[in-house]
């Protein structure tokens, strides 16, 4: 069985500081790992993937999340927050490889606040 | 490209109503997703196509909720009767096919919002 834990379900920073989202993840396999960003009123967007390649990740809007297998974290982070990046975010967990189409686990998202 | 799309945005019924989403996936995407997100929650797959034939429908309620794929290509999710708690946004989502890289990569479309009174 495989599920995501998201550690805040809310993160509030300011404009041009970091952003740290935190997701822990369990899996019985070697997983692959997202981060989808949903904007209010619209569809969920991939933000950035990990399917054992590179252990650190870079995504879309200067976004990146590092693998950790020790830690079972994935966390996403960004040097300096904008307003656009306020957001819900959500992370997912597939234990299929990437040319295996199976079901997502989605975590239950971090609504990310970022203020003047 | 052109991405998911899905109608109608929005529906508010009664309970004991009948309604039904449509959702066009992108072009050449065999595999297409239903999920139900409530709010304040993560999707949850209702159903999963790959052509026109169901992978996986565990989670669906079948007593109520209903899907197809006849063509492989368009889908409709039916709920019939409503209950309140079907109130959510159904996503539809599609990606390549099994076998082909990036077929575990979804791609969302804007949701269909339904509210039952």
């Known amino acids: 069985a495989q599920s995501v834990t998201q550690l805040d379900s809310h993160v509030s920073v300011s404009e041009g500081t970091p952003v740290l989202l935190r997701c822990n993840y369990s899996s019985s396999y070697s997983p692959s790992l997202f981060w989808y960003v949903q904007h209010p009123n619209k569809g969920l967007q991939l933000l950035l993937k990990?399917?054992?390649?590179?252990?650190l990740v870079k995504g879309i809007n200067g976004f990146e999340a590092e693998f950790k297998k020790s830690e079972t974290s994935f966390h996403l982070t960004k040097p300096s927050a904008h307003m656009s990046d306020a957001a819900e975010y959500f992370c997912?967990?597939?234990?299929?490889?990437?040319?295996?189409?199976?079901?997502?686990?989605f975590g239950t998202g971090t609504r990310l606040q970022v203020t003047l | 490209e052109a991405g998911v799309a899905q109608s109608p945005r929005y529906k508010i019924i009664e309970k004991r109503q009948s309604v039904a989403f449509w959702c066009n996936p992108i072009?050449?995407?065999?595999?297409l997703y239903w999920y139900q997100q409530i709010l304040g929650q993560g999707p949850k797959l209702l159903i999963q196509?790959?052509?026109?034939?169901?992978?996986?429908d565990s989670q669906l309620p079948k007593d109520r909720f209903s899907a197809e794929r006849l063509k492989g290509v368009d889908s409709t999710l039916k709920i019939q009767p409503a209950k309140l708690e079907d109130s959510a946004v159904y996503l539809c989502?599609?990606?390549?096919?099994?076998?082909?890289?990036?077929?575990?990569?979804?791609?969302f479309g804007a949701g269909s919002r339904l509210t039952v009174l």
């Open positions: 997912v967990v597939s234990d299929a490889n990437t040319g295996t189409a199976s079901k997502l686990t």
């Open positions: 989502a599609s990606s390549p096919g099994q076998g082909v890289s990036g077929a575990n990569v979804l791609t």
């Open positions: 990990y399917t054992s390649a590179a252990t």
């Open positions: 196509f790959q052509n026109n034939g169901v992978v996986d």
């Open positions: 072009s050449g995407h065999a595999t």
